[in-house]
């Protein structure tokens, strides 16, 4: 059920997020990946609310498959399976270095900030995070999940 809810909260996410990730420099031919041009509807040299609110419409009738003008559970899944695969795709065609099709543990792209947040959280340069400094470093945080982890995840 947890897998479900964290689905419908992606499309739902990217649905109303739409309008601000069209100018932000991502892949694809909708939403982020879009250039200036495509979302520039009319040709302006703006981009116009109405824009925004018509890539929006977009989406969301790409991702209504019967046109019903509602989201199922299964259309959901549909079109996050069919983001994923974009993206997966995408991935493979950026970094698959040697070419074999398959991306190596070596291939496979580094984090920005690779490293840093665990020499932040280890405040005592122990080389190892404590309760406390996992602790404190969550309350730094505002107890915000990690990469979708948090109350769902066990600690010890």
């Known amino acids: 059920m947890k897998h479900v809810k964290f689905i419908a909260l ?3 996410a990217a649905g109303m997020t739409a309008g601000s990730a069209a100018l932000a420099k991502g892949f694809g031919h909708h939403g982020a990946g879009m250039s200036f041009e495509e979302i520039d509807a009319d040709g302006n040299g703006e ?3 109405a824009e925004i609110e018509a890539m929006k419409d977009a989406r969301f009738a790409k ?8 989201l199922t559970l299964e259309e959901m899944q549909a079109h996050a399976q069919a983001r994923a695969s974009e993206h997966a795709a995408h991935m493979l065609e950026r970094f698959d270095k040697d070419g074999d099709g398959a991306l190596s543990k070596d291939e ?3 984090p920005r900030r690779a490293g840093r ?3 932040r959280m280890d405040a005592d340069g122990s080389g190892g995070i404590s309760k406390e ?3 404190e470093a969550r309350a730094r945080h505002g107890g915000k999940r990690w990469h979708g982890h948090g109350d769902e995840t066990e600690q010890n």
């Open 10 to 12: 992606i499309v739902a």
């Open 47 to 49: 981009v116009s609310k």
């Open 63 to 70: 991702a209504d498959a019967d046109g019903d003008g509602k």
């Open 108 to 110: 496979m792209p580094q």
């Open 117 to 119: 947040m665990f020499d």
């Open 133 to 135: 400094e996992f602790e």
